[in-house]
Nanobody
Framework: QVQLVESGGGLVQPGGSLRLSCVAS???????????MGWYRQAPGKQRELVAL???????KYAESVKDRFIISGDSAKNTVYLQMNSLKPEDTAVYYC??????????WGQGTQVTVSS
């Protein structure tokens, strides 16, 4: 039983940076107790894709297209996960979703936040 609230999306120029935040609340034992916690994105006309993921509170996985530019992190005291996005490109434009999965394989999604990279 987890609720996720996202923030931080917006319009940014190519080469700029944004930091997305996802605050988790509800009946659970903390963000790093979840099986997975991470970020996905979906651009118009394209499939939703994994951007970055924390598994079992330890292992981190990035999409190849972002691994040298984006950083996923979490703050257990604040029940918050972050996605720091640097050197943004127009192809990063998408709706970004926060997602968690608990030990019972229940999935929880944020509402999505629009990131637009354009000059």
């Amino acid at each position: 039983q987890v609720q996720l609230v996202e923030s931080g999306g917006g319009l940014v120029q190519p080469g700029g940076s944004l930091r997305l935040s996802c605050v988790a609340s509800g009946r659970f034992l903390g963000i790093f107790s979840l099986d997975t916690m991470g970020w996905y994105r979906q651009a118009p006309g394209k499939q939703r894709e994994l951007v970055a993921l924390i598994s079992s509170g330890i292992s981190i996985k990035y999409a190849e297209s972002v691994k040298d530019r984006f950083i996923i992190s979490g703050d257990s005291a604040k029940n918050t996960v972050y996605l720091q996005m640097n050197s943004l490109k127009p192809e990063d434009t998408a709706v970004y979703y926060c997602k968690g999965r608990d030990r019972r394989n229940n999935d929880y999604w944020g509402q999505g936040t629009q990131v637009t990279v354009s000059s």
